[in-house]
């Protein structure tokens, strides 16, 4: 059974960096077929998609955040992370981290997500 | 971006009601259309996608249709279980984006 962990900072303060790892076990994470990606929901609030990761690295970013984002893979760690820039409070959600299995098909495994605040 | 917007944004139900709710995208999607259930403080669960195709171990109650802007998901028996918030998503291109949510209630 495919698994996903994300782990990062409990507390992050504005202007700074968000930086968290998705840690995937119980599959072949470097499959050709599987894709990875990122969602965040603010508390209270809808989905929002942030972006996704792609085999040989190519991403696609959310346009209202592209500035601000990256996503990558560490193959040799069964993991892929996202970063986040210039954050401020408007950033306060919980992150999701997903796998999406082939093309043209939506997120099938989530990992449980983690609530990050960002405050002073 | 494509817009999704469902509706409608709180259903009250009982226990063996059919429900349905609906989603419209802002242009033509073809199929690709998935429905998510989430739970309170759990993450979103993958019930349909491709518009109408079920998603394994997710209960036959559950059903989708539509193709082109408008589409439907349906649980034929409403079951204590399925109280939560239902979201629609396209994949057709990026970005991709949900519905602002449906909340299922106990009436």
């Known amino acids: 059974q495919l698994q996903l962990q994300e782990s990062g900072p409990g507390l992050v303060k504005p202007s700074e960096t968000l930086s968290l790892t998705c840690t995937v076990s119980?599959?072949?994470?470097?499959?050709?077929?599987?894709?990875w990606g990122w969602i965040r929901q603010p508390p209270g609030k809808g989905l929002e998609w942030i972006g996704n990761i792609y085999n040989r690295g190519s991403t696609y970013y959310n346009p209202s955040l592209k500035s601000r984002v990256t996503i990558s893979v560490d193959t040799s760690k069964n993991q892929f992370s996202l970063n986040l820039s210039s954050l401020t409070a408007a950033d306060t959600a919980v992150y999701y981290c997903?796998?999406?299995?082939?093309?043209?098909?939506?997120?099938?495994?989530w990992g449980q997500g983690t609530l990050v605040p960002v405050s002073s | 971006d494509i817009q999704m917007t469902q509706s409608p944004s709180t259903l009250s139900a009982s226990v063996g009601d059919r429900v349905t709710i609906s989603c419209r995208a802002s242009e033509s999607i073809s199929s690709w259309v998935a429905w998510f259930q989430q739970k309170p403080g759990k993450a979103p669960k993958l019930l349909i996608y491709?518009?109408?195709s079920l998603e394994t171990g997710v209960p036959s109650r559950f059903s989708g249709s539509g193709s082109g802007a408008e589409f439907t998901l349906t649980i034929s028996s409403l079951q204590p279980d399925d109280f939560a918030t239902y979201y629609c998503q396209q994949y057709n291109s990026f970005p991709w984006t949900f519905g602002q949510g449906t909340k299922v209630e106990i009436k």
């Open positions: 119980g599959g072949s994470f470097s499959s050709s077929s599987y894709y």
């Open positions: 491709k518009a109408s």
């Open positions: 997903a796998r999406q299995y082939g093309s043209m098909t939506p997120f099938d495994y």
